[in-house]
């Protein structure tokens, strides 16, 4: 199985039992979807058989569980079976239910991947993104839990199970590959204490729950059908649930995963932590920038003939558009190679909002010399008024400058203009110039 690509399901495949929390009967359907569809649960017992997205958004409720809501719409305890798609390989499913709840099996995610294993997984034509950390995302909170995601070129969990008292502190690490999920993580089980119980039937929860579907553990007894799985099942299980939470984001990763004490809560905490810096990292992505061809097009050789800038001062590439004789669009491509970014500044370059302006100014230039009263001209710079930035531009960017004359009387001409990245506006301003002979 190529990881260059996502993947599907090659078929259907179906598994009956009951939900934990709920003591409900359910039937689960795992069914193949196309390129991009992410996980989406159907709730097929419902009048339009609505959709709810496996997205860190839709998180309701996390106790004992992960619960996803859309509107009046529920499916509870989504983890498991989310972990195993993506322990799996899985990319795109659709997991129908004709009840709120999955059905919980022996408590651990091993029923879901012999689901998969039945239905087969085929890859798809687009590739699948994986996001490699770069920077350490740390929380914590105030009883003790703690998530790490440090840098690592590969899909790690390093988890520590602390339970009251410290009963039952248990270890387990390792690389997330659908070989080693089959193996080593998918047959942990759930497990409670046996002093939860009580409370949790009270507040209407594992009304589904047995010995056949959950390991309760009382003082220092396993209570079980059968043997411990592993001498760190209650460990192992977290990872499980960690990787079926953290799906949540939207999107995989590489990194090494250092979870202390975690839960369904910072679990889907860190999700959410996930999503947005993913989002912020892709909106940094240029957009692809169509260079046209044409006489309102100048390349940087007729830019030079007109601008007296050279390097390291010239600000703008190429002019990309001339809208008639009163507007123009030019093109500086930031690159880190410009040699103002070691001192602007160290560890963190950012363009200074100046050579913005200059940006600004350069092809206000271009734009009023390029009249053939100006030809031969140079073109002063006098102010800048109702200057403003907006955002960070960053190595990588695509400056696009645009450029409009407000007006022009005998020697001195007025330009409103902005920069965009992304089509998103980072600076504006309105230029004033003195149009002389050189």
Known sequence: MSAAFQHTLAGPATLEGTSLHT?????LTLKPAPDGHGFKFRRIDLPDQPFINAD????QTVERATTLAEGSVKVHTVEHVISALTGMGVDNALIEMDANEPPIGDGSSRPFVEMIRKAGIVAQPSPRRVWEI???IHQ??????LITIVPCKTFKISVTNVGPDGRF???FSSEITPEKYEKEIAPARTFVYYEDVKPLLEKGL????SLESAVVIRGDEIMSKEPMRFNNEFARHKALDIIGDLMLSGVRIHGHVIAVKPGH???TKMA???KAEYQRMRSMVPAAVSIPDGESVLDIHEVLKILPHRYPFLMVDRIVDCLGENKCTGVKNVTMNEPYFPGHFPGHPIMPGVLQLEAMAQVSSVLMLRKPENVGKIGYFMSADNVKWRRPVLPGDTLLIESEIIKIRGSIGQTRCRCLVNNEVVSEAELKFALMDR
């Open 56 to 59: 860190v958004d839709k998180v």
């Open 169 to 171: 502190t248990q270890y």
């Open 23 to 27: 003591g409900q009967k359910v039937t």
């Open 265 to 267: 809560g910072p679990n």
């Open 140 to 145: 914590e909170t105030a009883d003790g839990t």
């Open 272 to 274: 959410a932590t996930l």
């Open 134 to 136: 770069r920077e350490t």
């Open 206 to 209: 594992i009304k589904g729950g």
